[in-house]
């Protein structure tokens, strides 16, 4: 990222689409193959409990950033809203280990 | 950047910061809203293989229907930037028809989800069935309800561009409507793969 694009003004304030259209659509296709990959990966045999989980995990992770970075602009944008979106983020995951450590439910760990 | 500065010194919706007050405030309901799904979220995996009847997930769940759904809003994604995109360029004839398709797309998406509701009822599974019909309803209700606001949200803009009452001018109307869709679409990545992908 160069530095005119961090950098505060009133013509960045509005606008904030510093992709193009191609990369909206290369980000777009990314999305559907992710989404497709996870999907046959549910019906491929022989792949452990753990690794399909995992694998699922991460290409949802991968998924979210995509969105988050491209289609709402985070990447090019100030950090200031980076800052105001990833720390409550942070929060809400830690709320949600929290919530299934109260309860003992895990979905990556086998229960002891 | 004290020219900066003086320039946008007059308008009231630009801070300290250099930013839009009402974007940055966008940003921090969005910050409240991944509180709010998190603890929907941690509460239904909590719960998760604890009921005591069924029906189950592993019964009842749909996986290649809600893969089209999700799908649907995926794409539903790619239409929003495309329709800020037409917009930031003044081109509205195409602005208006991506924020209509975006509109419609977020339709298909909460018709599935109406069909999937009444699917699962009619196979006997309510909010007081067991503890996944309470956490399942609730925590997919809450966004369901969440896309039909964007998709009323995205008919109201269609109405202004058809009116001729939006343009380039208004291009952060029609950005921070899109930021709202794209949170609809991620919490949707989210609750997918937790839900319905992981075994």
Request: hydrophobic share 55%; charged share 10%.
């Amino acid at each position: 990222m160069d530095s005119s694009h961090s950098a505060p003004s009133a013509a960045h304030a509005p606008g904030g689409g510093h992709a193009t259209v191609q990369t909206y659509i290369r980000v777009a296709v990314v999305l559907g193959l992710l989404t497709a990959i996870e999907i046959a990966a549910l019906y491929v045999p022989g792949i452990p409990s753990h690794a399909l989980v995992a694998l699922l995990l991460v290409f949802s992770v991968l998924k979210f950033g995509l969105v988050v970075a491209f289609f709402m602009h985070l990447r090019y944008d100030n950090k200031i809203l980076t800052v105001l979106f990833v720390g409550p983020l942070i929060m809400a995951m830690a709320i949600i280990l929290a919530i299934m450590a109260l309860f003992g439910a895990y979905i990556l760990l086998a229960r002891g | 950047m004290a020219a900066e500065h003086a320039a946008v010194a007059h308008d009231p919706n630009i801070g300290c910061t250099g930013l839009d007050h009402r974007k940055m405030g966008m940003w921090a309901f969005l910050g409240s809203e991944c509180m709010f799904f998190g603890s929907l979220i941690g509460t239904y995996l909590a719960y998760k293989g604890k009921s005591i009847n069924g029906p189950g997930p592993h019964e009842i769940l749909n996986i290649p229907l809600t893969s089209l759904s999700a799908f649907v809003l995926l794409m539903s994604s790619l239409l929003m930037v495309l329709a800020l995109a037409a917009v930031q360029r003044d081109d509205m004839k195409w602005g208006k028809i991506w924020l209509f398709m975006t509109a419609l797309f977020g339709a298909g998406f909460v018709g599935f989800q109406c069909y999937e509701f009444t699917h699962f009822v009619h196979l006997g599974l309510t909010l007081q069935t067991n503890l996944f019909g309470s956490t399942f309803f609730v925590l997919t209700g809450f966004h369901g309800a969440h896309v039909t606001g964007g998709v009323i949200w995205l008919l109201s803009l269609w109405v202004l561009a058809l009116r001729g009452r939006l343009g380039a001018q208004d291009s952060l109307k029609v950005e921070i409507c899109g930021l709202y869709w794209h949170f609809v679409d991620i919490v949707w990545i989210a609750i997918f793969t937790l839900i319905y992908l992981i075994p």
